[in-house]
């Protein structure tokens, strides 16, 4: 069974920095592509940056280039999200996302939500000024 949980989300000043972690369970992540996303109340979910873990590569989304980092360790089965010079309006539930390569084939881009078949619960980030 597939699963996703996320971790890390705590109360942070602006300026600040905090590191998400996405453990992954049920599959291998040389297999799939795992994206973050954020989601502000009333908002609609943004999508951050994501991985492949077999090749490493990565993309983010413009407004986080520069500043947020996706890492991943295979050994651990977990990815990481990296993020500095955090601001108030970033305060949302943050969620990881996997895709089957198999189904997606190469990736390109950033892929949107629609893309991912599996979703973690989520985990809050609340930034202060």
């Known amino acids: 069974e597939v699963q996703l949980v996320e971790s890390g989300g705590v109360p942070v000043q602006a300026g600040g920095s905090l590191r998400l972690s996405c453990a992954a369970s049920?599959?291998?992540?040389?297999?799939?592509?795992i994206g973050w996303f954020r989601q502000a109340p009333g908002k609609e979910r943004e999508g951050l940056s994501c991985?492949?873990?077999?090749?490493?590569?990565?993309h983010h989304a413009d407004s986080v280039k520069g500043r947020f980092t996706i890492a991943s360790d295979n050994t651990e089965n977990t990815v990481y999200l990296q993020m500095n010079s955090l601001k108030p309006e970033h305060t949302a539930v943050y969620y990881c996302?996997?895709?089957?390569?198999?189904?997606?084939?190469?990736?390109?881009?950033?892929?949107?939500?629609?893309?991912?078949?599996?979703w973690g619960q989520g985990t809050q980030v609340t930034v202060s000024s």
């Open positions: 991985i492949t873990s077999i090749d490493g590569r990565t």
């Open positions: 049920g599959f291998t992540l040389n297999d799939y592509v």
């Open positions: 996302a996997a895709a089957s390569l198999g189904d997606v084939g190469y990736v390109k881009k950033l892929l949107p939500a629609v893309t991912y078949a599996y």
